[in-house]
């Protein structure tokens, strides 16, 4: 059996940590004089109580003894546990809200998923607000620290090659594991300031600016309106959001790479000229039809089209207008797009564009080998091999990642759920991007509606997928328990 108080004591950390996160909302409500500060605090108090006692009980287990099995239960255990807490201020809150209610919401945000079961948004305290942006903000930074640091080791497909990357110690990024935390800290920061700065220069006030520059930059998609960005009416803050969610879905390695003195690698890396001339593609396609279909200035229609088309394919979320209403071609490529992702070590969900770039490479290869039985086929990657169970690891994701989302949407359908929404809801959550179609979970509707026990299976669904499926179905496996 694995030995569990390290990692006890590890959550009992970030479960404290979360506590005094709490304490932000808190105070912003209480200099807007409203009276839920209260309720923040006591949350806090409850959370620090627990979090602090299991970290004071298990303060002498050995976490440098920490093994690829303590790392898989305490990634997916970590996430639950934090999700857990951050639904009591929900909970608290709102008498309208049940537990299944505020754990959606609040796993929701720390997946970055940003699907959303509250409306009336427009009239939430602040302190409310504030603690939907900061979940999103440090769920986003905590997936990239996930996705750089621990993946590569958990062998989960879509890493591997980063770390054969930095394997010699003249090439890596940076020698130490705590300076690349706060090289991506740092960097995440700065990024979340400049975008911050950039949607009070376009016409967004103050806490708006604020409040949306979190959940830009870490590709998670609540807004403060129920509108979402439709409600600025502002053609330059929809750019600005279309800059920085791109700049979100970027690997951040490049950006590391970048501040030390190679600044050409951002647009050197195959994941970044990929993503960049994918999304351009789309966007130009969408706005070709919108403005035809829909008889619209070609301008307003590339405005849309880029934000919509950049909102979704990295898994942000957010919306500007009901896309669902441009025809039938628009619908199907909006749906298509919900699979793809951003870049491998992003804040972004999704499949990625590594995972599709192997796929590729793999499939040309395969037709190589018809046509010529005999040839040796290796496969390159930027130039270099690609490691020997990377493309088995990438199918592997793929097909289960495919195969996940029909079982979600065959059990939301046994739920009473119509088939385009189950499937919607089913897609849209497991990739983590938020809005799906449709009358109930699309652009202009909401997740309050969907039966309690549709939200928990949804849950469950954003968690997989946040969590790149393996590093929560792998502790299924009964040999995971064994010594």
């Known amino acids: 059996m694995i030995d569990s108080r390290a990692i006890l004591f590890v959550i009992g950390l970030l479960v404290t940590a979360l506590g005094l996160l709490m304490l932000v909302p808190a105070l912003v409500d ?69 537990y299944a209610d ?78 690349l935390v706060s090289y991506i800290a740092g960097i995440y920061s700065l990024l979340t300031w400049i975008c911050f700065l950039a949607y009070h220069w376009a016409g967004m006030g103050w806490f708006d600016a604020l409040c949306h520059a979190m959940t830009t930059l870490s590709t998670g998609g609540y807004s403060t309106h129920d509108a979402s960005m439709a409600y600025f009416d502002n053609g330059l803050i929809l750019w600005c959001g279309t800059l920085f969610m791109a700049a979100g879905a970027l690997p951040f390695v490049v950006y590391i790479k970048s501040m030390k003195g190679r600044p050409e690698a951002i647009w050197q890396d195959s994941q970044v000229r990929t993503l960049l001339g994918l999304l351009a593609v789309i ?138 929404t189950s499937l919607s809801a089913a897609a849209t959550s497991i990739t983590n991007v938020g809005p799906g179609l449709g009358d109930i979970v699309g652009p202009a509707g909401n997740f309050a509606t969907l039966p309690e026990a549709a939200k928990w299976v949804l849950s469950v669904a954003m968690l997989l997928g946040r969590l790149e499926l393996f590093t929560v179905l792998v502790l299924f496996e009964p040999a995971f328990w064994r010594r």
């Open 30 to 98: 209480a200099a807007a004089s409203n009276p839920d500060w209260q309720v923040f605090t006591a949350s806090a108090v409850a959370t620090v109580t627990v979090g602090g006692g299991l970290s004071l009980a298990f303060r002498g287990a050995a976490i440098n003894r920490f093994s690829l099995r303590h790392a898989f239960l305490l990634t997916s255990a970590s996430w639950a546990a934090l999700s857990a807490f951050a639904a009591l201020p929900f909970t608290f809150l709102s008498a309208d809200l049940h």
């Open 283 to 420: 966007s130009l396609g969408l706005a070709f039809w919108h403005a035809g279909h829909n008889r619209i200035g070609f301008g307003e229609a590339l405005t849309h089209a880029a934000f919509n088309v950049v909102s979704i394919v990295t898994t942000t979320g957010y919306a500007s207008t009901d896309y669902t209403t441009w025809g039938p071609l628009a619908m199907v490529a909006f749906f298509m797009i919900t699979f793809i992702g951003g870049s491998t070590g992003s804040t972004a969900g999704g499949i990625k564009i590594f995972r599709f770039q192997i796929l590729w490479l793999i499939t040309r290869a395969y037709l190589q080998r018809l046509i010529s039985p005999s040839r040796a086929q290796v496969l390159l990657y930027e130039g270099r091999p690609v490691p020997g169970d990377v493309p088995f690891s990438v199918l592997a994701f793929i097909t289960v990642f495919l195969g996940t989302v029909a079982v979600t949407t065959v059990v939301l359908s046994a739920l009473g759920l119509d088939f385009d």
């Open 102 to 179: 505020a754990f959606f919401e609040a796993i929701s945000g720390l997946t970055t998923t940003g699907s959303t079961v509250l409306t009336g948004l427009d009239g939430l305290p602040p302190g409310m607000l504030i603690w939907r942006a900061l979940l999103q903000w440090i769920g986003g930074v905590g997936i990239v620290l996930m996705a750089i640091i621990m993946l590569p080791f958990l062998r989960v497909g879509g890493m591997q090659l980063f770390q054969a990357e930095s394997s010699d110690r003249s090439e890596k990024i940076v020698p130490r594991p705590a300076q």
